[in-house]
């Protein structure tokens, strides 16, 4: 299907590995130029140099961390006026709820809600006035099923699908649409180390640990990145301009529920 996206113009945030990137490389085989992101300049530049052989894409990789003014800053000048915007960042790192600091609970909020909003503030009227925009959130499947040990990135990324929620009502009759994606278990380099870390505790290989968790998913297998980076690509497409505001679950049949 052609997405009818070819040339417009999209903001990838933290897309040097996993979700991000496979959602890079959709939009640059959809014909997009991309915007793509990550803090070690070198690893973003062999992903932005991988897409552009492999898709013939025009990318250009900006190396900032998305969660400082001044990166997001960086990703504007480079993408004044962005078709898209993909938000996503790095989560907070597993802790008991009640060992979280004040500094650590303000970082996870900047992170996971504050920026990507700060992002949508800076690029939404210019959408609107262009009459196409598409905004989608990384978020996680923790919005809809709670995960102990999650719940700064499960809170941060509620709230950022509440706030976002009126906006995206606001500007659907300019065909600006607001959407977020949320992953159960992606094969990416963040579930790898985690399940190292996991397995490790529990005194499992991780060959071991791995099964246990694919055993527990309906599709019994991790996420392929490339499916999530699919979603992505449609949900910017220019056929989905009819879909706005929802928290769109792409997790293997993981939570279980009727609708
Ligand atoms: P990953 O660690 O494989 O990749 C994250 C990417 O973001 C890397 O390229 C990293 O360099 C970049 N990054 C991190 N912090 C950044 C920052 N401050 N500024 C710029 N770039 C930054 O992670 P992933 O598995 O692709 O996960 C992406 C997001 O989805 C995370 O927020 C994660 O919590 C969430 N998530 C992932 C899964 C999953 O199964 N993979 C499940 C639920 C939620």
Do not use: W
């Not at 600006?176 to 790898?192: E, Q, W």
């Amino acid at each position: 299907m052609d997405l009818g996206i070819a040339g417009r113009k999209a903001i990838v945030c933290a897309s040097s590995r996993g979700l991000g990137k496979a959602c890079a490389r959709a939009l640059a085989e959809a014909g997009c130029e991309i915007v793509m992101n990550g803090r070690d300049a070198g690893v973003l530049e062999k992903a932005a140099d991988e897409i552009r052989r492999t898709t013939g894409a025009r990318v250009n990789a900006v190396a900032c961390d998305v969660g400082l003014p001044e990166g997001r800053a960086a990703l504007l000048a480079a993408c004044p006026e962005p078709d898209i915007l993909v938000n996503n960042n790095g989560g907070p790192p597993p802790k008991d709820f009640r060992q979280i600091s004040h500094a650590e609970m303000i970082a996870g909020l900047e992170a996971n809600m504050i920026a990507p909003i700060a992002l949508v503030q800076a690029t939404i009227d210019g959408m609107a006035a262009r009459g196409f925009g598409r905004i989608i959130d990384i978020t996680s499947a923790s919005v809809r099923t709670p995960l102990i040990g999650l719940d700064l990135s499960s809170g941060a990324r509620a709230g950022l699908t509440a706030f976002l929620a009126a906006a995206a009502r606001a500007f659907a009759d300019r065909n600006v649409t607001i959407n977020h994606i949320l992953p159960g278990v992606f094969d990416t380099d963040r579930i790898a180390s985690a399940g190292a870390r996991q397995a490790q505790m529990r005194g499992m290989t991780l060959e071991a640990f791995r099964a246990e968790r694919e055993k527990s998913v309906p599709a019994k297998r991790y996420g392929r990145p490339e499916e999530f980076g699919h979603l992505c690509a449609f949900l910017a497409s220019a056929h989905a301009g009819y879909i706005t505001g929802q928290s769109i679950l792409i997790d293997g049949g993981a939570f279980n529920t009727v609708v």
